[in-house]
């Protein structure tokens, strides 16, 4: 297990005509886990991998990818990672899956490719040429390609960017088991449920800067949200409930016969809740977990929805 981040990045700042597109990024991402670099449209995510790929020069800032320089070391850093760009990439002339097993023959341990189109779905193209591949297609061939080299460390840029259901569960299975073969994999997305599905750590970006970092529990631990609600008789005397609750929380009647419990919502909290409600002859209606996604987390952050 190495101790080394798989990337370290500090006051990153990248501009496109004197403005900046990433504006003081700091960001280590630990091997091994899958992080999500999770920002609305424009919030600098792209220009960020890019610049950790060795595309994009940084303007100011460091940027080290499995201890090295991506644009000064770059011929040492490619063999390593697999890239996975928004827009193709990929020679639009050639056979989707002969260009496969030509990526495939180039490294010396890549993954089987046949079990990969078929995991895939991509069976049904192997002689159709790339530009005559449904979106969908070409972006799982994409995908396919970035990842049968059994790379180190993947970068997948918006993944699922219109897929349909059954293709983005496929992508984030494959995505699973790149993890479970020890492979660190970083992903920018846009869709706040594809970042709690699949991260353990998340990374949200907004206007070229990471606002928060943390895995998803963290980020969405604490505030209103984080409640257990439920009805029962106006006036309950809730003082006893308090004594078994975890230190920190608190219990109200917001209205009256309407119950909030905020605390960390675990089972125990619910079995604490109902045990006491049932010692106390009461019987919880509407009883509901409320918890804070990292939809809400953004919104709490930026005072802005991060739906595009
Ligand atoms: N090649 C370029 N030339 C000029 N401006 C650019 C270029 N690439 C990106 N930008 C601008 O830089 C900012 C950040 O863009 P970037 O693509 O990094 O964001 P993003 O978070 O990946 O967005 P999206 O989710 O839409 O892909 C945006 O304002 C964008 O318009």
């Not at 670099?37 to 595309?55: D, F, H, Q, R, S």
């Not at 019987?283 to 005072?303: A, C, K, M, N, W």
């Amino acid at each position: 297990m190495h101790s080394e981040p798989a990337v370290q990045i500090a006051g990153l700042v990248k501009r496109y005509d004197d403005k900046p597109a990433v504006d003081g990024l700091d960001l280590t991402i630990a091997r091994g886990a899958i992080t999500a670099v999770l920002g609305p449209n424009g919030a600098g995510k792209t220009t960020t991998i890019e610049t950790c790929e060795g595309y994009r020069r940084p303007d100011a800032g460091t940027v080290h990818v499995l201890g090295l320089d991506p644009v000064a070391q770059n011929a040492a850093l490619r063999p390593r990672i697999g890239v996975m760009l928004q827009s193709g990439g990929v020679y639009a002339g050639a056979r989707a899956v002969e260009m496969l097993r030509h990526t495939a023959k180039l490294h010396a341990h890549p993954l089987d490719v046949d079990a990969l189109v078929e995991r895939l779905g991509l069976g049904s193209c192997g002689r159709t040429t790339y530009r005559r591949l449904s979106g969908g297609q070409q972006q799982r061939l994409a995908l396919a390609m970035a990842v049968v080299g059994r790379p180190e460390l993947v970068f997948l840029d918006e993944p699922t960017a219109g897929l349909d259901p059954q293709a983005r569960r496929a992508t984030w299975e494959l995505v699973r088991d790149l993890r479970r073969d020890g492979v660190t994999v970083v992903v920018t997305t846009h869709h706040m449920d594809e970042a709690e599905q699949l991260a353990d750590h998340v990374a949200i970006v907004d206007r070229g800067k990471v606002i928060a970092n943390g895995t998803p529990e963290e980020l969405c631990r604490g505030g209103a949200e984080n409640a257990l609600r439920f009805d029962g008789p106006p006036g309950l005397d809730l003082g006893p409930l308090l004594k078994e609750l975890p230190e920190g929380a608190t219990a109200t009647e917001t209205s009256p016969g309407s119950y909030r419990i905020e605390a960390p919502v675990d089972p125990r909290l619910v079995a604490t809740v109902t045990g006491w409600c049932a010692a106390s002859g009461i019987l919880p209606e509407r009883l509901s977990v409320q918890r804070r996604s990292l939809e809400d987390v953004f919104l709490d952050l930026t005072g802005r929805e991060l739906r595009s």
